[in-house]
């Protein structure tokens, strides 16, 4: 009896070692729906909580600090009986070896949500079968921010995340809810599908290399990691050759764009003079903010 209590314990406490993947803080703004019971805002927030943060998504094992920290924020922005239009922002970031600084990995605003939810109820889910909106969305976020995160520490790293994320944009695409289609324009489905094209690449291999051979290499030499960081934007000009107006590429520099401006702000005439009209190229939109990195 002893020595089954003592294998139970070491079972538990080898488990214990190890965490769900995902470390989310979730919030619910209701702040529209002003006639609205609140309460029931309180039971969402737990269990879209509880459905991103107790469930193991992967067969990875993640220590407790390893967890992939971020964030996301429901805006409820109309109700009609158990259903809701809303928004979704979603964030996720990583540290930066060697330093206490967070980057941003991947920001994501989604404008097209439309899902049920009733007091209490239980989120089910099933990654073969499409059961409800709300869990098919959750679970597809939540792939694509593990997918986002492991780009980063090797190359096409996250492939096993983006094929589940793609698998469900697939299965809910005779769901009838918006977002899902192919049809539409950049919405869900092509955000995950482009990243997994071979025309985009080149956006896998900047992933990479931007983080881990550029500012994980910062803090042991900064001019080497922002000689990396600039290689490794580079290869976005392929991505953008391909493939222009690019969903994925502005998506990319709503996360990166300041942080891009930071790193070069402090580097040479030359590097400036260097980075400014490759940046001007690929990300347009964002012309005059990029003189910044010249005051």
Known sequence: MRNLALILFM?????SLFAQEIKCEVVINAERLENADKTIFVDMKTAVYEFINTRRWTTEKYKPHERIECSMLINLTSASGNTYNATIQIQSRRPVYGTSYSTTVWSFKDNDVVFEYDRNSVLEYNENTFISNLTTLLAYYTYMVIGYDAETFSLNGGNPYFTKAQNLASMA??????????????????LVEDHLSPRFTGMRKCFYEYHRKGLDQMSLGVVEGRKA???ALGHLNEVHQNYPVSFNMAVFFDAKMREVIKIFKEG????KEEIIPLLNKINPANITKYQEIME
Do not use: F, H, L, T
Not at 268 to 271: A, D, V
């Open 11 to 15: 079972v538990i406490s080898c488990n």
């Open 173 to 190: 695409q005779s769901s009838g809810y918006v977002g899902w289609s192919s049809s539409e324009k950049r919405n869900r489905y092509w």
């Open 268 to 271: 040479s005439r030359e590097e």
């Open 229 to 231: 960081i600039a290689g």
